[in-house]
């Protein structure tokens, strides 16, 4: 402890120092604690997942167009596959409705990989949550809520870099 009232804590993991910095603003009695806290290990993966986020939300535009544009051809192949059977052309009618159990078929494939894209994509920001959380545990007070909310603006707004920096130096 330094005479101005500074705690260096050194250890690689940044549940450990929360751990510390929770424990010392307990037992001292402590209202506001900031902190700098540089753990590289934990912070390497955001750019690979803010990056994961993106591809996520360009697959999913791109799926949702693909299906969209498949709607229409299918109301068309239901259209000409109810005309057939009201005219009794029995194999054009069989011809239809294989294609559109086909495309049926088709979309719930691209419905599966939807949805195992989104359980990547809410894992991820789990991640990113988590770590927050861990960043928020070395602070106390104002400056733990204010990281919490600048925190949640940086993901919003994808600037990895920032939260980064505000994990590491705080929110003021």
């Not at 005479?3 to 009695?29: F, K, P």
């Not at 294989?98 to 991820?124: C, P, W, Y």
């Amino acid at each position: 402890m330094t005479s101005a009232g500074e705690i260096t804590v050194m250890t690689d993991s940044i549940d450990t120092a929360g751990d510390v910095v929770e424990s010392l603003a307990d037992g001292l009695t402590l209202k506001h604690v900031e902190s700098h806290a540089h753990f590289p290990k934990a912070y390497d993966g955001l750019l690979n997942v803010f990056s994961q986020l993106d591809e996520f939300q360009t697959n999913r535009q791109r799926q949702i167009a693909d299906i969209a544009d498949r709607g229409a051809g299918i109301r068309a192949m239901l259209m000409k596959a109810e005309e057939c059977k009201t005219l009794e052309t029995w194999p054009e009618v069989k011809k239809y409705y294989m294609e559109l159990h086909n495309q049926n078929k088709s979309i719930l494939g691209d419905f599966r990989v939807q949805i195992e894209a989104h359980q990547k994509f809410t894992a991820s920001l789990k991640s990113v949550s988590q770590l927050i959380d861990k960043a928020a545990r070395l602070r106390v007070g104002t400056p733990k809520s204010d990281l919490f909310s600048k925190c949640r603006l940086a993901v919003q707004s994808r600037d990895v870099q920032l939260l980064v920096r505000l994990m590491e130096f705080g929110a003021s």
